[in-house]
């Protein structure tokens, strides 16, 4: 698949924070037969880019001082203005928990909770454009939201990203909405009242594409990681939910194409 180019309030970026980078780094190359690249491990205090064919598929870092959310996977929005769009957030109701940063020469970052409180990024390109390729086995292949305040977080991010919806299921047992932006399918949202437990937050997740769901998830068990949900079949391909060795949630998809 050729690398793809970033679009503005697309899903563009994901990264690992791991309270154990070195395991970490070791199962998923195991698992997705990554490679990783730490040339800039001083500037950007031993921030690993994941690869796949000389690609970059994802990042990894450690969890700094102070951070709570260890051993969890970020999704990142592109925005031509990081700044602007974390401002605009804010006045809509998010929680800024990292303000607008450079990162060197490779672009401009920032951390949002969003009205219900799941967490996601907003990644202004320069060098790095983000993930470069997607929707294939080894790569990135979807993303969403589980959010207990479905009904805020619509219009929240139709009005940073430009976002229009198409309803799949409006039920109490299954309500979830795909985001479109110019027309193309870009993520997720589903109300997760009905199911997720009183304490636990709403989240942004992703799904990893494979070739064979039941084969990566023997390959998650043989690596050290666990299986939060057996594969199952869905009109979206072969699911399944498992875990890194430390605990950092993630989707397997069939590959389809």
Request: proline share 6%; glycine share 10%.
């Amino acid at each position: 698949m050729p690398a793809r180019t970033p679009v503005d309030g697309t899903p563009c970026w994901i990264d690992l924070t791991s309270s154990d980078t070195k395991t970490a780094a070791t199962f998923y190359t195991n698992l997705f037969g990554w490679q990783t690249d730490t040339n800039d491990d001083d500037q950007y205090g031993g921030y690993v880019i994941f690869s796949k064919n000389g690609q970059p598929i994802a990042g990894l870092g450690g969890r700094q001082p102070g951070n709570p959310y260890a051993d969890v996977w970020t999704t990142y929005i592109s925005s031509a203005d990081a700044a602007a769009s974390a401002a605009k957030a804010e006045a809509a109701g998010a929680t800024i928990m990292m303000s607008a940063m450079t990162v060197g020469p490779k672009g401009s970052m920032a951390i949002l909770g969003d009205p219900s409180g799941a967490v996601v990024g907003l990644w202004q390109p320069d060098e790095h454009e983000g993930f470069a390729l997607a929707g294939e086995a080894g790569a990135p292949v979807w993303h969403e939201t589980l959010s207990k305040d479905y009904d805020a977080v619509l219009p929240f991010y139709s009005d940073l990203f430009g976002w229009q919806y198409h309803t799949l299921s409006d039920s109490d047992e299954f309500r979830y909405s795909q985001a479109t932006r110019n027309g193309t399918v870009v993520a997720g949202l589903m109300d997760a009242r009905s199911f997720l437990p009183a304490d636990a937050p709403s989240f942004w997740q992703v799904y990893f594409g494979v070739d064979d769901t039941d084969a990566a998830v023997a390959k998650v068990i043989e690596f050290g990681g666990s299986v939060l949900r057996a594969p199952e079949d869905t009109p979206f391909g072969r699911l399944a939910s498992v875990a890194d060795p430390l605990g950092a949630a993630f989707q397997i998809s069939t590959n389809e194409g």
